[in-house]
């Protein structure tokens, strides 16, 4: 009894110990040198018991001396490195990885759906290539509205009208043609294993699909994909196999872009399409073409940042955030102190009220990009800030700009031993996309269409609204907020970063890289921090459990913020660092089964 009672009293001494060191501190527990798989469902357990800021969870880093790959799944993290071993680059790992997500994590991995990747070489050099989706020819403005101009509640969200033409495998083709150094079987080879002999699933898949499985059947009533014969439970450690997947997977391997964009599966899925009354025609297959984009580069204090330009909102929408706080003294005021928490919601207010009015696809729309980024401009959105009061978001619109003619997510990152990066996020959009499944071919669709504006200031799934600059018009992509991002420190790789997170993207990463910058947080620490997000409507600032002390609760609260405690998290970081001795730091985050993998 008494070994007992003192166990229990060191338990707490030791749980208000750990509280404390929360708490106050910016204090870091020691990066464990290791490399290898991290034990995550350890960490789950210790996260849910401990919820005071700063951290999540106390995760440790894992720690590569030649190359490092941090993504949603262990099986993926260990393809990408599986391909560096073999004298792949960061653009071989990276395109194995896409593929391999696409087999084991079916949620948000994808040929079905679109991404964008940020590239930065060992010289230096930075390449965007956007693979986002396009609206098929037959699309049209007002497609989700009835006749009274009303949107159809989830058509844009569920079923077969809800997806955009795919991009992701012309992605990847575009980008092995460039930089790969593996052929193109090698680097499809792992995924068509996964597919063909099958992978353990996660316990967080196996519910993920024992979830989504009325879904699947109400969207796909005489197929059987994802679930097992009988429709009973799946449960962690069983195998998900997927022969069809493995069949379309080949058919890539062998045929390259038409493997996916013309014969077999180009039929495939446009039958479809019109099994379930979709628009996507294999025309608009044929005509599908990823596009290489110049990469938005910009400053923040003496560190460069390397991101996606539009059809992606995110890199604008980051650079601006990050402009607007640089004259304030966030490092003096402490990480979530009041201050600083007050500045960076009022910037997020009007940046994504900005976002609302200028952004889209810009081979469609004029985005005034560089205006945006412009710090003149930048300092004239805070005219109407004062510490005193929270801005009212009704009096918050997008900003004037002089010439302007109006009119289920997946991250990963990839460091190679010669320096090469390579930072991608890619998505179905809605975990499990459309819950389409292409009968015979065995791939989810995704439903992107809810990213375009459906109707002006009718908000989408995340709660976005948007207006003509982001419409719906045949052949444009819808906008994103997906930011990969890439940072340089004196010319050299510094960090490689990106998230999934619907609209929660653009500020998780914002607040992932001042971490670092301004906090002196490592990259694992700063993903284990704790996140808040402010995006101009609806006018509140949702923050996970822990995220703000009592004292920052009741400042912020008394000067008019309304603050909301999440019950679920904010984010699913898959972040590398360089360190200054040359090692690399894999730091996925705690919140999910993403984990880095190094060697
Ligand atoms: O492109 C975008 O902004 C969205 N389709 C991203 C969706 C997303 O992150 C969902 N995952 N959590």
């Known amino acids: 009894m008494k070994k007992v009672t ?18 106050t501190g910016q204090k870091a527990p020691d990066v464990r040198q290791s490399s290898g798989v991290y034990q995550y469902d350890n960490e789950k357990k210790q996260a849910v018991a401990r919820r005071a800021g700063p951290y999540f969870s106390d995760r440790q880093a894992v720690v590569g001396r030649s190359g490092m790959v941090a993504s949603a799944h262990p099986e993926a993290s260990r393809v990408g490195v599986d391909i560096l071993k073999a004298g792949g680059n960061a653009v071989d790992a990276a395109v194995a990885v896409q593929f391999a997500l696409a087999v084991v994590y079916p949620g948000a991995g994808n040929i079905g ?15 965007t290539l956007d693979y986002r989706e396009k609206a098929p020819e037959k699309a049209h403005k007002d497609m989700y509205l009835d006749s009274a101009q009303n949107v159809i509640p989830r058509l844009s969200i569920t079923g077969h009208l809800a997806s955009g033409v795919p ?4 992605g990847m083709v575009e980008a092995h043609r460039r930089f790969g150094r593996l052929t193109w079987a090698q680097v499809l080879q792992p995924a068509i294993d996964l597919a063909e002999k099958g992978v353990a699933l996660t316990e967080r898949e196996a519910l993920g699909l024992n979830r989504t499985r009325s879904s699947f059947l109400a969207v796909n009533p005489d197929k059987r994909y994802f679930m097992k014969a009988d429709t009973t439970d799946w449960k962690a450690g069983e195998l998900l196999i997927q022969k069809d997947l493995g ?32 628009i996507i025609s294999e025309a608009d297959l044929k005509n599908y073409h990823a596009v290489w984009r110049d990469p938005l580069v910009d400053t923040y204090r003496n560190y ?74 930048l300092q004239t959105r805070w005219a109407d800030f004062n510490f005193a009061r929270a801005t009212d978001s009704r009096n918050v619109k997008g900003g004037n700009m002089p010439g302007y003619e109006s009119l289920e997510t997946t991250h990963f990152s990839v460091v190679d031993k010669d320096g090469n990066a390579v930072s991608i996020t ?26 375009f504006s459906i109707k002006p200031g009718v908000p989408n799934m995340f709660g976005l609204i948007g207006n003509q600059a982001n419409a719906i018009a045949p052949g444009k992509r819808m906008l994103s907020s997906m930011t990969p991002t890439i940072v340089e420190q ?12 619907g609209s929660t993207i653009i500020t998780s990463v914002y607040q992932t890289i001042l971490n670092v910058l301004d906090h002196g947080m490592t990259m694992q620490q700063s993903v284990n921090a704790l996140k808040f997000h402010h ?32 019950t679920n998290s904010l984010g699913r970081m898959d972040c590398i660092l360089r360190r200054p001795d040359g090692t690399l730091e894999g730091a996925s985050d705690p919140r999910a089964d993403n984990t880095s993998v190094g060697y």
């Open 490 to 501: 004196d010319g050299k790789l510094y960090m490689v970063v990106g998230t999934p997170g």
């Open 535 to 566: 995006q101009w409507l609806p006018d509140k600032t949702t923050f996970e459990n822990g995220a703000f002390s009592d004292e920052t609760i009741q400042k912020l609260q008394s000067r008019g913020y309304v603050l909301e405690q999440l």
């Open 426 to 451: 890619t998505t179905l959009n809605g975990g499990y996309g459309s819950r389409v499944v292409v009968g015979g071919a065995g791939f989810l669709m995704n439903n992107e269409m809810d990213d």
């Open 247 to 278: 069949q379309t997977l080949r058919r890539i391997q062998q045929q390259g872009r038409a493997g996916f964009y013309e014969g077999e599966t180009a039929r495939l899925l446009a039958a479809e399409m019109q099994r379930g009354g979709g």
């Open 304 to 377: 460069k940042i390397i991101t996606m330009p539009p059809t992606s909102s995110g890199g604008v929408a980051l650079l601006q955030l990050m402009k607007l706080v640089e004259p304030y003294p966030l490092r003096r005021w402490g990480w979530n102190s009041d201050s600083t928490v007050q500045v960076m919601i009022e910037a997020e207010r009007r940046v994504y009220a900005d976002r609302a009015k200028f952004l889209g696809d810009p081979d469609f729309v004029k985005v005034p990009v560089a205006q945006l980024i412009d710090r003149n401009y």
């Open 6 to 23: 003192l166990s229990i009293h060191c338990a707490i001494i030791l749980f208000l110990a750990l509280l404390g060191a929360c708490r």
């Open 113 to 127: 759906g679109g991404g964008f990747m940020v590239y930065r070489d060992n010289t230096g050099q930075a390449y």
């Open 167 to 170: 991009g992701s495998v012309d």
